[in-house]
């Protein structure tokens, strides 16, 4: 009953090019990886990264983390009522438990979801054992698969290395968003050898390249893949979404005619037109922006 393929994905995702004088005038061209094509609701890399997850949990009650507005929150909630397996949501902070439900934890409410609320100091120590076992019960999930926040384990890194895999031969240079890393962790390991990858940060902070390096010693012994960073189009930090990206994200959707997510997709997409005006890509490079989700709702 948890089998993710009863949900046919559409893979290997859409790889689309696009004409866009940005990149073309430098004699570069702009693919894009249509992963926000791959399920309907079970959207982008959050259906890689947690369909591995689901076969793992054979079943159980899934019990993962997010904030108020959490795209994996939703994601995991829709996989939940698909599949019928019961999940749980833990929820950062206690004061929303008290308010109407946002349309993002209505969503995941509607999608079956039990949601439970906690203050943000145990939010913040939810990965101690001993924090952990007390939420967990405390939510009536002992004993239930547990999903980290974001959703970034080594099962889930593992299965975005099939998003490389599937861009082998076709691209230079592949460039992702990145909220936990998790994304560019496995994109990176299944690409050829002579590909790279770009990773764009939505959070400001510049940690970000130590936890890589830890999601792929976990998920695979040691490096993978050859990736760099770059840390300035967060534009002020996760969620922030300034007069000027919103603008750009706006004319990216008029001159294409696709849906940008303004918190991830716009900031990478914003990051690759700055890198190519700045002669970043020798001339006859092949880019693939990974478009890792849909605007909500
Ligand atoms: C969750 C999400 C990301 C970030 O993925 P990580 O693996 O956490 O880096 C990127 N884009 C979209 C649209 C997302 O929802």
Redesign the pocket.
């Given at each position: 009953m948890t089998s993710v393929d009863t949900l046919h994905p559409r893979l290997p995702s859409p790889l689309q090019e696009v004409s866009d004088d940005r990149f073309t005038a430098r004699g570069l061209r702009l693919l894009l990886k249509r992963d926000d094509l791959i399920h309907p609701e079970l959207v982008?890399?959050?259906w890689r990264?947690l369909a591995p997850n689901l076969t793992a949990a054979g079943g159980r009650t899934v019990v993962t983390f997010g904030g108020a507005y959490s795209?994996?929150l939703r994601a995991t909630a829709a996989a939940g009522r698909l599949l019928g397996l019961p999940t749980v949501g833990v929820v950062r902070g206690q004061e929303l438990a008290s308010r109407p439900l946002n349309p993002s934890l209505a969503r995941c409410a509607a999608d079956g979801m039990r949601l439970h609320f906690v203050d943000r100091s145990a939010y913040r120590r939810k990965s101690e054992p001993d924090t952990l076992t007390a939420v967990l019960r405390a939510a009536g999930a002992e004993g239930a698969y547990v999903v980290p926040e974001?959703?970034?384990n080594a099962e889930a890194v593992r299965g975005c290395r099939a998003l490389g895999e599937e861009l082998r031969g076709l691209a230079d240079v592949a460039a992702v968003?990145?909220?936990?890393?998790?994304?560019?962790a496995g994109l990176a390991a299944g690409l050829a050898p002579g590909q790279r990858a770009i990773g764009v940060p939505v959070l400001k902070g510049g940690f970000l390249t130590d936890e890589i390096r830890t999601l792929q010693r976990r998920a695979f012994g040691g490096p993978r893949g050859s990736w760099r960073l770059d840390e300035r189009f967060h534009f002020g930090g996760y969620a922030r979404v300034t007069g000027e990206l919103a603008a750009f994200a706006e004319d990216f959707e008029h001159r294409h005619g696709i849906p940008v997510?303004r918190?991830?997709?716009a900031k990478m997409l914003y990051g690759l037109v700055a890198l190519a005006r700045e002669g970043a890509f020798p001339r006859g490079t092949t880019l693939a922006a990974v478009v890792?989700?849909r605007p909500f709702p």
């Open positions: 982008g890399n959050k990264k795209n994996h974001g959703g970034s968003a990145c909220g936990t890393g998790g994304t560019l997510e918190l991830y997709v890792t989700g």
